[in-house]
């Protein structure tokens, strides 16, 4: 693994999604789970998030596109908790949930409401 990669990773992993939720995760891994979650952490965040062409904010926009569209859910909390970190606003949140309303249907729409208004909530946003 490229180490350099990796502390990119890491930095950038820890920006958006919180230190204590990531230094929480690669605690929690063992030797089963963490060659994955360093792979991750370098390949994901070090060479997906780690370049300056899109910035993060637009980033996380993107990912809750995609994993809204995926019904990835649990992912979709955390990525929507990562997405305030980043700037990313209620109103945003609310139109990219309906982007995902408009392509990938309302019953999915409507899990992303259900966990964004979690979110929303536990950061007073509401």
């Known amino acids: 693994m490229d180490e350099n990669l990796f502390e990119k990773g890491l930095e950038k992993r820890r920006a958006t999604l919180g230190q204590e939720y990531v230094d929480n995760n690669l605690a929690a891994a063992d030797e089963f789970t963490r ?6 952490t370098a ?12 910035d993060e904010k637009t980033r ?3 990912n809750l596109s995609m994993i ?17 970190n980043n700037g990313v606003t209620k109103e945003e949140i609310r ?10 249907g309302v019953p999915q729409s409507l899990e992303c409401f259900r966990v964004a208004r979690k979110v929303l909530e536990e950061k007073d946003m509401l």
């Open 35 to 40: 060659p994955f979650q360093e792979a991750m």
């Open 43 to 54: 390949w994901c965040w070090g060479f997906g998030w780690g370049d300056d062409v899109i």
């Open 60 to 62: 996380s926009m993107m």
């Open 68 to 84: 809204g569209a995926l019904g990835k859910m649990h992912e979709w909390e955390i990525h929507c908790r990562g997405a305030i």
């Open 95 to 104: 139109a990219i949930i309906h982007v995902v309303g408009i392509y990938c």
